[in-house]
T-cell receptor
Framework: DTGVSQDPRHKITKRGQNVTFRCDPI?????LYWYRQTLGQGPEFLTY????????KSRLLSDRFSAERPKGSFSTLEIQRTEQGDSAMYLC???????????FGPGTRLTVT | DQQVKQNSPSLSVQEGRISILNCDYT??????FLWYKKYPAEGPTFLIS?????DKNEDGRFTVFLNKSAKHLSLHIVPSQPGDSAVYFC??????????FGTGTSLTVIP
């Protein structure tokens, strides 16, 4: 299977803990996007990478959030000092080009208790 | 600020008939539009896209229409099939970088 994969699929954590999610894009896709989706809403853009460079970040991405894409391959999204409002589905997508279609992974569902 | 809006949260259509899903946007700078389909417990799946230099794009049963003056986008599915039952999201982008999604329309195709 050469689709986008995300790990873990589900994460339950206590408020104040740090969590890290991983995304493996389709190989050779140079663009990688992170989104957050809450119930009844569409995906909300968080950030994107072109190769290893993080080119844009949404104002939704507070200082507690950080994303990396070392060597332009997989990416990680870390949330520090989680809050209940961080509970959501975190989606990763990759794309071969700037105006190309995005291929989404299955998402990581985060529950902060 | 919701720059992309899908005002119909749900739509029911008989099998074989046409499904029309609508999307409105507010930012005239958007130059690239996409439609995605989403099944439960899966990520969105790309359906069809259109550039702002076109007003129609067709792929099999799916056709997307773009009316720039009205800032309106629609997806037509003909004929509708039960397997089309899913949540449909429209998305828009400026220069293919940051993408803005609507809230989705849940389509039910009745056999």
């Amino acid at each position: 299977d050469t689709g986008v994969s995300q790990d873990p699929r589900h994460k339950i954590t206590k408020r104040g803990q740090n969590v890290t999610f991983r995304c493996d894009p389709i190989s050779e896709h140079n663009r990688l996007y992170w989104y957050r989706q809450t119930l009844g809403q569409g995906p909300e853009f968080l950030t994107y990478f072109q190769n290893e460079a993080q080119l844009e970040k949404s104002r939704l991405l507070s200082d507690r959030f950080s994303a990396e894409r070392p060597k332009g391959s997989f990416s990680t999204l870390e949330i520090q000092r989680t809050e209940q409002g961080d509970s959501a589905m975190y989606l990763c997508a990759s794309s071969p080009a700037r105006y190309g279609e995005q291929y989404f992974g299955p998402g990581t569902r985060l529950t902060v208790t | 600020d919701q720059q992309v809006k899908q005002n119909s949260p749900s739509l029911s259509v008989q099998e074989g008939r046409i499904s029309i899903l609508n999307c409105d946007y507010t930012n005239s700078m958007f130059d690239y539009f996409l439609w995605y389909k989403k099944y439960p417990a899966e990520g969105p799946t790309f359906l069809i896209s259109i550039s702002s230099i076109k007003d129609k794009n067709e792929d099999g049963r799916f056709t997307v229409f773009l009316n720039k003056s009205a800032k309106h986008l629609s997806l037509h599915i003909v004929p509708s099939q039960p397997g089309d039952s899913a949540v449909y999201f429209c998305a828009a982008s400026i220069t293919g970088n940051q993408f803005y999604f609507g809230t989705g329309t849940s389509l039910t195709v009745i056999p």
